[in-house]
């Protein structure tokens, strides 16, 4: 099979909020970008799935304030640097958006896009990012997972393959800048599209560069675990939330229990709420690994809040109002990952980094909000310094040694023979269950050194037999190893 080779200036690799600011940028200041994405552009990534929602000091909200909260909220382990630019940049980032067609609706202390419905609400905000990118001229890449980054002293490319026909694929670029997203699907329970696998904390681990705060994850406190119905998180009302309706098996008021403010639940204080409903779980006072959001005895008045109309809408033939419905926390976002400046930039020259696939501006815990803010300010810095090095930078060629390495790795998994041990979906299920079980919201020294012994027993037996016969079953194994690794990442860091 030939080689597809491509030469550009600036590789982006993710199509999230991140990757698309990043390439947008790149090619204002004059440079080809490439951007390249697992799926169709713009699909395969959190932000389209996100609230929409950005927090940045507008309004009543200061700069000061917006900083306090972030510190605070993150345990005071941030990266004050990193934090000190989110906060300052974000207000004049937010009337940009304006510029590429992205509408929002403003308020005190941020703001959230329109134009998006459940469960895509960030599509108000991917899909104008997405049209002002291709109008701008950066080429798009789809269906390509890339796979490896090359470098010669300076990342100069990437190896990749077209996960449809299965074509092999070389980037040369000047620059490269990863916007991979996290690796949501690490765990059993999850918000997260299927393709947030790791993929990038993987790359830059294997070139050597340092990964911070990988054990700190991040999980929405209240999402559907009912049988039969997808995981997503549930906003519950405040108001709703006060008439004790998250219980454990014994019927006791969770809230009143552990004294959560229902108006923190979703921003500041997401790590209290789910360290009170996984301890409840832990204890034994969970139904399995749930509990209940038990909305039968509410007051007249609320069984006709929207929430509760919207519930009714979306679980067809679930009869919310009689009775009670599983919950769980559900692990939303990593909160480490690849170390950068305040130039995006990594510990490899030439290559930069944005997005959930970084660490340290969030530090143990994130406000509701700063994502997007997140997205939007490193994404642009990473377009912008990631253009400046490709300026002065001469391209290079892949070696072809390395080059015939990484093809042989991907023709391996494709000669191997099926079976259940190999099987990418059941390694995949047996990783997240262990992460789940043993390295979720409640820690110990014994789950962690169990999670540890199963996920080497894991490397032993199944790796070696993974397979993949057509192009989108070697993803699913490329895939599986990813989600390995950052396991075993968190798994040690924790």
Request: proline share 4%.
């Amino acid at each position: 099979m030939t080689i597809k080779v491509i030469d550009t200036d600036v590789l982006v690799i993710g199509s999230g909020a991140a990757g698309l600011r990043a390439a947008i940028e790149a090619r204002r200041r004059g440079v080809e970008v490439l951007l390249a994405s697992k799926s169709v552009t713009g699909l395969a990534n959190c932000s389209i799935f996100s609230g929409g929602l950005f927090t940045v000091a507008v309004g009543e909200m200061t700069k000061e304030e917006h900083f306090a909260m972030t510190i605070v909220a993150g345990k005071y382990i941030n990266d004050q640097r990193l934090v000190e630019v989110l906060v300052d940049e974000a207000t004049s980032r937010l009337p940009e958006l304006q510029e590429y067609g992205v509408k929002f609706a403003m308020r005190d202390g941020g703001c959230r896009v329109i134009n998006g419905s459940f469960p895509t609400q960030g599509a108000g905000l991917i899909n104008p990012l997405t049209k002002f990118a291709k109008d701008a001229g950066v080429k798009m890449l789809e269906s390509t997972m890339i796979t490896d980054l090359s470098s010669d002293e300076n990342v100069n490319g990437a190896f990749g393959f077209n996960v449809l026909n299965g074509r092999r694929i070389t980037v040369n670029a000047n620059a490269v800048v990863l916007a991979t997203g996290g690796a949501g699907q690490t765990y059993r329970r999850n918000d997260n599209p299927a393709r947030m696998t790791g993929d990038g904390y993987v790359m830059a681990y294997e070139m050597g560069l340092p990964l911070i705060d990988m054990e700190f994850i991040q999980c929405l406190p209240i999402g559907c675990a009912e049988p039969g119905y997808p995981m997503f998180m549930l906003l519950v009302p405040p108001s709703i939330l006060q008439c004790g309706v998250l219980q454990n098996i014994h019927g006791e008021d969770i809230v009143n229990k552990y004294s959560l403010d229902p108006k923190l639940a979703y921003s500041t204080h997401r790590d209290a709420w789910t360290i009170a409903i996984a301890k409840e779980v832990y204890d034994g006072r969970g139904e399995d690994d749930t509990i209940l959001l038990n909305l039968t005895n509410l007051p007249k008045d609320l069984r006709e809040h929207q929430f509760v109309q919207f519930l009714s809408e979306l679980f067809k033939g679930f009869p919310a109002l009689t009775k009670p419905m599983h919950v769980t926390p559900l692990m939303h976002t990593f909160l480490g990952g690849v170390q950068i400046d305040e130039k995006c930039r990594t510990g490899l020259p030439g290559l930069f980094a944005a997005g959930e696939v970084t660490g340290g501006i969030h530090g143990a815990n994130r406000v509701g909000g700063n994502a997007l803010t997140e997205c939007i300010v490193y994404g642009a810095r990473a377009g912008q310094y990631a253009a400046e090095h490709a300026k002065t930078t001469p391209k290079k060629q892949a070696d072809k040694a390395w080059v015939k390495q990484k093809l042989e790795k991907i023709n391996e998994i494709e000669r191997r023979e099926p079976s259940n041990l190999g099987n990418p979906k059941l390694v995949k299920s047996r990783i997240k269950k262990i992460m789940w079980e043993k390295a979720g919201v409640i820690r110990s020294q014994q789950s962690l050194t169990g999670a540890q012994a199963e996920l080497t027993q894991l490397r032993d037996e199944n790796l070696p037999k993974i397979y993949g016969k057509k192009p989108y079953e070697v993803r699913a194994a490329l895939e599986a190893i990813n989600l390995f690794n950052v396991a075993s990442l968190v798994v040690k860091a924790a």
